[in-house]
């Protein structure tokens, strides 16, 4: 009788119609596909119920985050080999992007299940499939998995607890994929430089597009661990307030504030954007916040941002964007990113994001895309994480260290791929006399880097 992997290889390619690009190993240690391919290493009979009762991308992340499923080998080159197959396909057959920091997978698995039902000889593969799983229930959700949502999206204690769920996870956690820089978001690369150097980059650039001097307030919108204004403070001497709704960053952000010496100058608050009340502010900075917003209230959004700025204020809108598709309407949610990642999250076209700053008042002076930039930030964070994965299960939980390693390789591959992309949008509250208070080079900030390099 053939191995459990020999059957798995068999009736996956028989219900999918294409050969597997994977190796296989099964719980009983037999091994089928490809020889020198990654190897998808089932580890039970539950990764199999799992996909069998929730077909598509969300068994298949739930059978990873819980250990079911691993891969040994190239991880990378185990998810674009399976790319084909798990990521959805347009009607072209080419494939389509997903959501989030991560592409969606899965949805062109379970795709096809309607058709299949109608196709006796997949009908019965999928029935040998069941009794190659075993009997029993369904087995729960890894305890990693957000927990079910009920009520408006982003209302304020909706986001709080989507929030909480992402980021309050452990410092200790994030310093260890992070790095010293502790920022969670894209950096800012040049040729051989390091992670640290990268960030700080980054934080530097957004300080010269918006045009920081000494004495300017400055508002950072989900300013995480308070690198950014504890930078602008530092180096450029303006006042800044950062807000985040994770207790846990605030808490970190504060006691670096006070180990600089700097709380005079810095300040950082567990608040909504939506609740601050003491602007005019010079500046404002939103660094991947904005993918937390929602599409529903995304106008609102920036009608509050231009609102706490001055006439003649900046604003630097970094943000993660997904391909345009052919009928918006279809936009969904990511399976797994919804439910292990960034609950609620939402990501929009940059042309969207353009036009809707636009109509609350901002003048777009500029947008630069930093698309591989994110890539190679994404791999560098996955090094870490790799480097020290004993410890990193230590210092969370095996699942959520699996959910980490996964979003990250699989959002490396979908930003090189151009499935999605990230944008620093500069925009201006120009006041009536037209006057930007901004150089006529609008790209003076690169030259500056430059000379400083």
């Avoid at 943000?319 to 960034?342: G, H, N, S, T």
């Avoid at 390693?405 to 151009?418: G, H, K, T």
């Amino acid at each position: 009788m053939a191995g459990a992997a020999e059957r798995i290889v068999a009736l996956a390619e028989q219900l999918l119609g294409v050969p597997l690009p994977v190796r296989v190993r099964a719980w009983d240690r037999s091994e089928a596909g490809p020889p020198d391919a990654p190897v998808l290493i089932v580890r039970s009979r539950r990764a199999l119920r799992r996909v069998l009762w929730r077909p598509g991308e969300l068994g298949l992340a739930r059978a990873w985050v819980a250990g079911d499923l691993d891969v040994e080998g190239d991880l990378y080159q185990a998810l674009d080999l399976l790319a084909g197959l798990i990521w959805e396909r347009d009607e072209q057959g080419e494939l389509t992007s997903g959501t989030d920091e991560a592409p969606a997978f899965g949805t062109g698995w379970a795709g096809g299940a309607l058709s299949l039902a109608r196709d006796p000889a997949a009908r019965r593969a999928a029935a040998e499939l069941l009794r190659l799983a075993g009997p029993g229930l369904p087995p729960p959700p890894p305890a990693e998995e957000a927990r079910r949502r009920t009520g408006l999206r982003h209302t304020l204690g909706r986001d709080r607890e989507a929030i909480s769920h992402h980021y309050d996870v452990g410092n200790d956690f994030y310093a260890l994929v992070l790095g010293p820089s502790m920022v969670y978001s894209c950096a800012y690369w040049q040729p051989d430089g390091t992670l640290e150097e990268a960030q700080r980059d980054k934080i530097d650039l957004i300080c010269r597009k918006l045009a920081l001097r000494p004495g300017e307030r400055l508002l950072d919108v989900g300013g995480g661990w308070g690198s950014l204004v504890l930078h602008a403070a530092r180096e450029y001497g303006v006042r800044a307030v950062a807000v985040t709704l994770s207790r846990e960053q605030a808490a970190h952000g504060r006691k670096r504030i006070a180990e600089e010496g700097l709380t005079d100058r810095v300040e950082i608050r567990v608040q909504d954007y939506r609740e601050i009340d003491d602007g005019p502010y010079d500046a404002v900075s939103s660094v991947g916040m904005a993918e937390h917003v929602g599409s529903a209230r995304y106008r609102e959004y920036a009608d509050d941002l231009h609102a706490l700025l001055r006439p003649g204020g900046r604003l630097l809108n970094h943000q993660i964007a997904r391909r345009p598709l052919a009928d918006e309407e279809v936009y969904a949610v990511d399976p797994f990113i919804d439910a292990y990642v960034f609950p609620d999250g939402e990501l929009a076209p940059v042309g969207r994001t353009v036009g809707l700053l636009e109509r609350a008042g901002f003048e777009v002076r500029d947008v630069e895309s930093l698309r591989e930039h994110y890539a190679l930030t994404l791999r560098a964070w996955v090094r870490n994480l790799e480097a020290d994965f004993a410890r990193a299960t230590r210092l969370t939980t095996p699942g959520r260290a699996r959910v980490w390693r996964l979003y990250m390789a699989a959002s490396a591959l979908a930003f090189e791929r151009n499935r999605i992309g990230v944008n620093q949008v500069l925009a201006v509250r120009t006041p009536e006399s037209g006057a930007s208070g901004l150089p006529l080079r609008t790209r003076r900030w690169t030259a500056d880097a430059e000379a400083r390099a």
